[in-house]
């Protein structure tokens, strides 16, 4: 089978049987579903990452005319819940070596109006939260609670990892999650808050019973995503039809089926450069039937997060970088990525792209987003050099060797 780096890497048979059974059950019971480091506090579970940082913005009531800081180098689901609420992005840089804000660019943003710094752990790794927290705190002892600036964590990328013997996720005001298709466990959409204040956590419950439950047509095409993306890479490189033809020799029935389940709506893609959503369809309780999934998923957790950092280790060794834990994705940086992806698609492994623009998809309008160019150079110099090589369960120790031995020679 290929490698996809994205789109569902964590789905395994009992995962496929589970959503089957779910589709054809009308009702299913609710259950308690907890994240690990996080079973004595409460969850609140969302249709996605950017409907639960919506409603964490909601309930810090940051609103119109606010700022919040968050990295360059993100995607646009962090800045879309930003849009909705006509708050404005303010972009600082990340440092190089992990891919992360930076402490000093945060210093250079902060302004009255600033109201929340987000921090996202990319790929897993962890970011300078006690850095940037115990900066904060100090500006916060001179600003009236009106103003003071709340942590956010954006975890989207990691579930299951520790900084010195602390989840990442505790260390914030609030956190949030995503089980997107691509992420370390995944509800084809899904996202979580978990606040780590008593009183933010009755806010969130606030704006919480305020959310719609997911429409039915929702849970079924997230239930039926997995089942036909399973289809879809059994399929991918066979039969190669037309292998002769000058015109569509790089047609496969993989590919066809790609074309037709998004024709049909059935599978979309998990951003769209153009379409920035509306909160009034785009905000949604996750369904409980997804819940099972998600609990299902959990129960494999940490065979998934083992896998993944022996294969980070693996990376690490042969390429002598200095990257460890349970990363979702494993970063590099190389002369013309796009070159070197292909040379992967050769050997089936399809690598990724986070992030090859100052919020991704590339092409974006950045005035839309409200970046200017030069803002970020490390951003700038990262976005195009960066690929992403998998740690999902369908690469084997065997498959990273023989990435290595693609990628190397191109490394910056
Ligand atoms: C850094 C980061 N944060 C948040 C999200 C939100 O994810 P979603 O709304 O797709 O669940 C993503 C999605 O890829 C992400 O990469």
């Known amino acids: 089978m290929p490698v996809f780096i994205s789109s569902i890497p964590t789905i395994e048979e009992d995962d496929l049987k589970l959503c089957k059974e779910l589709l054809s059950k009308n009702n299913v019971e609710n259950i308690d579903v907890k994240l690990p480091g996080f079973e004595d506090k409460e969850h609140y579970y969302t249709n996605t990452g950017r409907a639960a940082l919506y409603a964490i913005l909601k309930a810090l009531e940051i609103t119109k005319g606010d700022e919040v800081i968050i990295q360059s180098f993100t995607c646009m689901a962090v800045v879309v819940p930003l849009k909705w609420l006509d708050i404005k992005p303010v972009y600082a840089d990340i440092e190089q070596e992990t891919y992360n804000i930076s402490l000093e660019s945060i210093k250079g943003r902060i302004t009255d109006k600033t109201r929340a710094i987000i921090i996202q752990h990319t790929f897993g790794i962890p970011a300078q939260i006690e850095r940037i927290k115990e900066y904060i705190d100090e500006i916060n002892k001179n600003r009236s609670k009106e103003k003071e600036i709340f942590l956010i964590e954006d975890c989207a990328h990691c579930l299951n990892i520790k900084k010195e013997d602390k989840y990442l996720g505790t260390y914030g005001d609030v956190s949030f999650?995503?089980?997107?298709?691509?992420?370390?466990?995944?509800?084809?959409?899904?996202?979580?808050?978990?606040?780590?204040?008593?009183?933010?956590?009755?806010?969130?419950?606030?704006?919480?019973?305020?959310?719609?439950?997911?429409?039915?047509?929702?849970?079924?095409?997230?239930?039926?995503?997995?089942?036909?993306?399973?289809?879809?890479?059994?399929?991918?490189?066979?039969?190669?039809?037309?292998?002769?033809?000058?015109?569509?020799?790089?047609?496969?029935?993989?590919?066809?089926?790609?074309?037709?389940?998004?024709?049909?709506?059935?599978?979309?893609?998990?951003?769209?450069?153009?379409?920035?959503?509306?909160?009034?369809?785009?905000?949604?309780?996750?369904?409980?039937?997804?819940?099972?999934?998600?609990?299902?998923?959990?129960?494999?957790?940490?065979?998934?997060?083992?896998?993944?950092?022996?294969?980070?280790?693996?990376?690490?060794?042969?390429?002598?970088l200095d990257l460890h834990g349970f990363l979702i994705r494993y970063p590099v940086l190389v002369d013309y990525p796009d070159i070197v992806k292909s040379k992967l698609q050769q050997i089936r492994v399809i690598a990724g792209n986070w992030y090859n623009y100052p919020v991704i998809p590339r092409g974006i309008d950045l005035d839309k987003v409200g970046y200017t160019v030069g803002t970020c150079p490390n951003t700038e110099y990262v976005m195009e050099h960066i690929l992403n090589l998998p740690t999902g369960l369908d690469v084997t120790a065997k498959d990273a060797e023989r990435i290595v031995h693609i990628v190397e020679p191109h490394l910056t």
């Open 177 to 320: 999650f995503s089980f997107g298709q691509d992420k370390v466990v995944s509800t084809t959409q899904g996202g979580c808050i978990v606040s780590n204040d008593r009183e933010l956590e009755k806010k969130i419950e606030r704006v919480y019973k305020k959310i719609p439950d997911m429409p039915e047509s929702m849970v079924k095409y997230n239930l039926r995503y997995p089942i036909l993306w399973d289809l879809i890479k059994k399929v991918y490189y066979k039969p190669q039809v037309l292998a002769n033809s000058k015109y569509f020799s790089k047609f496969t029935v993989g590919k066809f089926l790609i074309l037709l389940f998004r024709f049909l709506g059935l599978i979309k893609s998990q951003a769209s450069k153009d379409d920035f959503g509306d909160p009034k369809e785009g905000v949604y309780k996750l369904s409980v039937k997804q819940k099972h999934l998600l609990k299902n998923q959990l129960d494999k957790l940490e065979r998934f997060s083992t896998h993944r950092e022996k294969i980070t280790e693996k990376y690490s060794r042969l390429l002598d």
